[in-house]
């Protein structure tokens, strides 16, 4: 290749890869100049350059080195210049020597997207590195290094520098890498606002170079070469003379906290400072607290940690403590952040100081500021000792510049439980005692102190939190103080709990501990193998430990697997879910028990509460009780979650399920927890079985709510109403999908019935509150959504019927049957003929209402025609009442059915024989035990005979069987026309009262 270089610059091409074989030799005439390693360029034009090996840019490397000399008013040349396409397959490094005189400022503009400083470890990625170096006043120097593409774009300097630009392989620059102006030296200018009790003194800590600082005040500017005090400034403007005061100059910022009794006006709070950011700063904070008072340090999580004296820490901010005694200022220590002591009691006064370099960001921290009693210890410092293994380093006051004399100091440490915790002394001088002793003191609450010298033997493997005071005696001071340097060592020192579960008695059992806390020191193994979380399965026998693991840091769940293969094995009478017993050495409690009921292909898992019935527990409805259930599908899909004492008599789900039971205390919840049988297949994913309360609200939900059901899944309530009750349903809560094939539907028919009461898609209107009269069946059904989801909650309402038309037919029945037994009562009166002397009784049933010796019938039976009635026919007196209706035909058909004119021997008991019992229907258990208003003739007489057509509970009077041997009937009215009640059957079955009212969504 044929180069040349320019006449200013200096080219050195040198190897830099020692693998590969490679000779670099530049043709002079017959005897070219060759070289292995480097080869220096000369300044002449068109060299020959002749390298033996096909790729030398892999071996070789350029150095370019110019140089730039400036005045003070200009450089020569003014940029940093560049020679395009030089070397451009090679990687170089361009090095330019900057020159300047004294007291000039050079300034160097980097063109385009400017520069961004990195650390010294960082790499640019696109490989174009800058590195500036310049020398202070000492004789430091110092570099900076620089990627392309920042917010730095101008920088000036004091004195020579040197700027490095690396470009990597086929890579090159179009223009100067910068440019240089050289101008006498500015100053430094900036405003400065400080809060109330503020002062900032300014002090020099180069000699090098001329600056000097000075302050605005009124009427005159002061200025000083050296240090300079601002108190209480208040947007104080502050200029240097020199562009870079930092070098300089160093910045205290002191603040003075009132304090009073108790309180302190303000805390030791560091927000980021704008006061000379890249100076060097120390912020000073002078607690004032009355002399019979100590001062209380808390410091913020996670506490602080004590260094020698006389380091720093890795982060940049060193923390250093004093006290001022008579004898002068003493240092408490010096603490970094992250640490084990988190308060620092202090008699006498004290000064809190930080020190951020130059280079550092000042970061948040605050400090609690508290007034506390007097102490007689110089210094008190708790300290939480960590968990673990772990080794702490402490120092005494001053050291190691000599304790006080007669002074004591205490260090107050929490240990941790199952922890060991060591004392080493690692370090320490005795002082020559002039009166009283050294001594250290151990002390634990409830025991007496232990006295001990420093040279002692210290306490080592005890457990239990302690405190140690150090007493210094009145020492010769001129010779050797009182230094101490101890460690305290931790050990864990828990012993692990150790159980032994064996299984292989519980078929189908298996156990599961996972740990819920966030101790890291918690650890569980299984069969002496550390684990996170431990698996027992079904038939395993296996070897538990727990170290230092708290109960309420483990969470123990159980499974069972139950089930039968075909309908043929599956137990008539079910399954009842019971939990087992555990192996008591486990330390933790069982939290929750999970059953998974397997069931053959065609068949359907019917659940049952042995407590009753179930209640559906929605989001905000939990279980006041002490077990919740929760069952879901063998895919994961939930069926719901229920509490006891319920409207849910059976839940029918056609797939295998689980059942997790949830309980505050399994050892105090005895009994089986569900009644589980196979049966055979039904038509819906899950059908529910309800019989609702009266006085209650019942709410239902579908699958998985609040989410939406399983895509092409149906659900189906069938609710079991009483009779004279009809329901309410009101679906409170409906999301409605998007369907992408079929529809979503909500239909309700009552039982025994085709027609459907409702019938609705998501793609239809309508109303979303039904009254259904009779027991009915609710069925919901989703499609396969594109969006959203399909999802219900159902409010159920029993209620009361209400038969207005019932109720007037029986006041119009009263009334002409007033007419008719006025009529009878005339034809009776001509009959009688005489008194009677047999006393006689009418048995009514709970109750006697004709008693003997009452002589409301005069005559006995056979000797007078109280048994004879003049025939009445029914549909003649008020039948025309009713045209158009099968009222007067079903009288008819009653009366035909009927014996007239005939006495019909009464079968009841007599008087003093035991009321008569009405044996409820068969039909239900809300009947049962329940009040009945009338009594049911076809269940009273014997033989039997059928129904009044006009249904009992909807009229005002009845037929009283006692006096069928007259055709004239006995009515009853609930209002004024007669309060003797002359049946003592109960009333028509009502519904159960549920005292336990779910509340309304």
């Not at 480097?38 to 080195?65: A, G, H, R, Y």
């Not at 005061?245 to 303000?266: A, K, L, Y």
């Not at 009464?906 to 009338?934: I, Q």
Request: with cysteine.
């Amino acid at each position: 290749m044929v180069v040349s270089a320019e006449p200013d610059a200096t080219v050195v091409i040198s190897r830099v890869a020692e693998e590969q074989e490679c000779n670099i030799c530049l043709e002079e005439g017959s005897n070219p100049t060759c070289s292995p390693t480097k080869l220096n360029l000369p300044t002449t034009q068109n060299n020959t350059l002749e390298f033996s090996c096909p790729k030398p840019q892999d071996v070789f490397m350029v150095q370019i080195l110019r140089k730039i000399e400036c005045t003070k008013m200009s450089c020569s040349p003014a940029m940093g210049e560049v020679q395009p396409k030089f070397f451009t397959e090679f990687q170089k490094t361009i090095t330019w020597d900057i020159t300047v005189p004294e007291k000039t400022v050079l300034t160097l503009d980097f063109p385009g997207d400017g520069l961004k400083e990195i650390t010294a470890s960082d790499k640019c990625q696109d490989g174009y590195q800058y590195s500036l170096s310049t020398t202070n006043a000492e004789g430091e120097v110092k570099t900076k290094n620089f990627c392309r593409i920042g917010p730095l774009s101008h920088l000036d300097l004091l004195r020579k520098a040197t700027v490095t630009l690396e470009i990597p392989k086929e890579g090159d620059l179009d223009s100067a890498a910068f440019t240089v102006k050289a101008v006498p030296r500015k100053s430094r200018k900036m405003t400065v606002t400080a809060d109330y009790n503020t002062n900032i003194m300014i002090s020099r800590t180069n000699k090098e170079p001329d600056c000097s600082v000075c302050i605005d005040e009124e009427p005159n500017q002061k200025c000083s070469p050296k240090d300079l005090s601002l108190k209480d400034p208040r947007n104080t403007s502050v200029e240097f003379s020199c562009p870079q005061p930092q070098d300089v100059f160093s910045v205290e910022i002191n603040r003075e906290i009132d304090c009073i009794e108790t309180t302190c006006s303000g805390n030791i709070i560091q927000a980021e400072s704008n006061f000379f950011p890249d100076f060097n700063r120390t912020f000073i904070w002078d607690p004032r607290v009355p002399s019979t008072k100590a001062i209380r340090l808390d410091f913020p999580d996670p506490g602080m940690r004590q260094i020698p004296n006389e380091e720093t820490c890795p982060d940049g901010h060193t923390y250093v403590m004093l006290t001022y005694l008579r004898t002068g200022p003493a240092t408490i220590g010096t603490y970094c952040r992250d640490g084990t002591i988190t308060t620092v009691h202090v008699r006498y006064r004290v000064r809190m100081l930080l020190k951020v370099p130059g280079d550092q960001k000042m970061e948040a921290f605050n400090f609690k500021l508290s007034v506390e009693p007097e102490t007689n210890m110089l210094a008190i410092v708790k300290v939480d000792l960590p968990r673990g293994t772990s080794e702490t380093d402490f120092i005494t006051v001053n050291y190691p510049n000599g304790f006080p004399d007669n002074q004591q100091m205490k260090w107050d440490f929490t240990v941790p439980g199952m922890h060991n915790y060591s004392m080493h002394f690692r370090d320490h001088t005795l002082p020559e005692c002039l009166s009283k002793d050294v001594k250290v003191e151990y002390q634990k609450e409830g025991k007496r102190s232990t006295n001990l010298t420093l040279t002692d033997r210290q306490p080592a493997h005890k457990q239990g939190n302690f405190n140690m005071s150090l007493w210094n005696c009145e020492t010769n001071t001129t010779l050797q103080g009182l230094n101490l340097n101890f460690r305290v060592s931790m050990i864990r020192s828990g012993h692990p709990v150790l159980c032994t579960v064996d299984l292989t008695k519980k078929p189908g059992v298996s156990l599961q501990i996972e740990k819920v806390g966030s101790d890291p020191y918690c650890e569980m193994s299984i069969n002496s193998v550390v684990k996170e979380k431990i698996n027992v399965a079904s038939g395993m026998k296996a070897s538990l430990s727990f170290l230092d693991c708290p109960n309420e840091d483990l969470r123990l769940t159980a499974t069972e697997i139950l089930g039968c293969q075909n309908l043929d094995s599956c137990s008539v009478s079910g399954m009842l879910l019971t939990v087992p017993k555990l192996d008591s050495c486990l330390p933790m409690p069982l939290h929750s028990f999970t059953w998974h009921i397997t069931i053959p292909e065609h068949a359907t898992v019917d659940l049952q509460s042995p407590k009753g019935t179930l209640r559906q527990s929605l989001p905000g409805q939990e279980c006041s009780g002490p077990v919740s259930l929760h069952v879901a599908e063998d895919d994961g899909s939930s069926i719901g979650d229920f509490c006891y004492k319920g409207i849910i008599q059976r839940v029918q789900v056609h797939s295998n399920v689980s059942v997790t039971a949830t309980a505050l205390d399994f050892t105090k919840t005895t009994g089986p927890f569900l009644n589980v049988s196979i049966s055979e297949e039904i038509s819906e994913n899950i059908i529910y079985t309800v019989k609702p309360k009266m006085a209650s609200v019942a709410l239902i939900s579908t699958p998985n709510w609040p989410g939406g059901m399983k895509p092409y899944s149906t659900v189906s309530w069938i609710f079991t109403l009483p009779s004279q009750y009809q329901a309410a349903l009101h679906f409170a809560n409906l999301s409605q999908p998007k369907c992408g094939q079929r529809h979503t539907s909500i239909k309700v028919q009552v039982l025994g019935s085709e027609e459907e009461m409702l019938s609705r898609r998501e793609d239809e209107e309508a109303e979303n509150k039904l009254v259904v009269p009779k027991s009915f069946y609710l069925n919901m059904s989703n499609c396969m959504p594109d969006e959203g989801h399909f999802g219900v909650v159902t409010k159920v309402v029993l209620q009361k019927k209400s038969n207005l038309l019932a109720v007037v037919l029986g006041t119009i029945g009263a009334l002409l049957l007033l007419i008719a037994l006025a009529t009878v009562y005339l034809i009776i009166k001509k009959k009688k003929k005489g008194k009677m002397n047999t006393e006689s009784s009418i048995y009514i049933g709970k109750s006697n209402i004709f008693l003997p010796g009452d002589r409301h019938f005069s005559k006995a039976r056979s000797d007078n025609e109280s048994h004879v009635y003049a025939s009445i026919d029914e549909t003649m007196v008020y039948g025309h009442l009713l045209p158009n209706s099968s009222y007067a035909d079903s009288m008819q058909d009653h009366f035909n059915g009927m014996q007239v004119d005939s006495y019909q021997t009464f079968m009841g008991p007599t008087d003093g024989d035991p009321p008569m019992v009405v044996e409820p229907e068969p039909d239900a258990e809300l009947e049962k035990d329940m009040y009945r208003p009338f009594l049911d003739p076809s269940e009273t007489f014997i033989p039997s005979r059928p129904r009044t057509p006009i249904d009992r509970e909807n009229s005002l009077g009845f037929q009283d069987r006692r006096m069928v041997d007259n055709e004239l009937y006995t009515f009853k009215s609930t209002g004024e026309m007669n309060t003797i009640r002359l049946s003592g059957a109960d009333q028509e079955p009502q519904p159960a009262i549920d005292t336990n009212t779910e509340d309304s969504l």
